[in-house]
């Protein structure tokens, strides 16, 4: 199927950009990468009148630090993270998580900021910022007055349900921040596909700070935003992973994972403790499957 016919506006300025949301309202929608609003614009799923190309804008793009944080520009791609251009991002892990994001074609288009607002439960962005602990900062247009306000809400509460977010119509995400990497971090990821270049069908990202005693081990491609084990990860933090016996760390899984997805068959659990597993071998470079 062909998309419904619509205006395409390409926006030289983030203001403009949220000018035309205002005035066209529910009618209108960015667009970054088009790498999800395409397919769901050729299905007919949406039928804006206008889309307004947010690509080009300078002030999505680039990657900058400052003492204790690393922030993305919402319309970096995911090739750029994957490629390392931004020395902030050169050793980080999230260059291994964009680089499995389906195909090189998909990638060299396809923005972190797009994946987010998208907020399909099988994400690889969406999963690993909400282990992270990442901020999203979005740009709000008043409707009233055409001002630029900025908030920023914790990854863990902007993904509400599959493709619902906090983002009000008006709103444009502007970048998303990460705590600046630190020696004693650990982070694993690991993901259920059945052929390379596709959605995960069970995946787990882990993050783990000994020094501010952060530890989050999340559990994506559910129905909805991805789910934390906290018990799991805080008792992780207490006793260690690796020096825990094999059979008390799958029992750990085991309990955390069915907890956490009692309505998904044992087919489905047993996936998702594998992931963990995997996940957090990497992590702790146990036997690490590296796919
Ligand atoms: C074949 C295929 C395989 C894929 N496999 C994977 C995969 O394995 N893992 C994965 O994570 N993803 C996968 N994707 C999705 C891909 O990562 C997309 O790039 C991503 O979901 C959307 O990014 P985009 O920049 O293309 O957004 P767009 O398609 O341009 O926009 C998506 C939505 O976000 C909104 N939007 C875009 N930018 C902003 C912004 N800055 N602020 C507010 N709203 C915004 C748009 O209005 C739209 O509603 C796949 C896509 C395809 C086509």
New binding site residues.
Partial sequence: MKAAKFDLQIAATLAAAGDELVARGFDS????????????LNLRL?R?TQ?ID??GLSE?RGVTTDHQTIRIG??V??AEIEDGIYPALLNHPWKKVAA????RS??N????????????P?????LAATAMNADID??SVDPNDGALAIRTAPMQKFMIAAYTTV?EPH????SISLPLSSAHAKWGYY?F?RKV????HASCAVYINDVDRCANIAIGALDGPPKLLPELASKIIDSGWSAMPGSLQNEAVVKAVSAAIPERDPIDQKMYTTAVIRALNKAFNSGAVDD
């Avoid at 499995?100 to 195909?103: E, L």
């Avoid at 923005?111 to 998208?118: C, D, E, N, Q, V």
Wanted: net charge neutral; with cysteine; charged share 15%.
């Fill in positions: 929608k960015v667009v970054a990468g088009s790498q999800s609003l395409g397919p769901m949406v804006p889309l947010i690509s999505l919402a319309g791609t995911h499995n994001i389906a195909y998909v990638r288009r396809g923005t972190i900021g797009g994946s987010l607002a998208h907020a399909d099988a994400a690889d962005w969406v979005i740009v983002l709103d444009i995400i502007h993901k596909c270049g596709e959605f995960a």
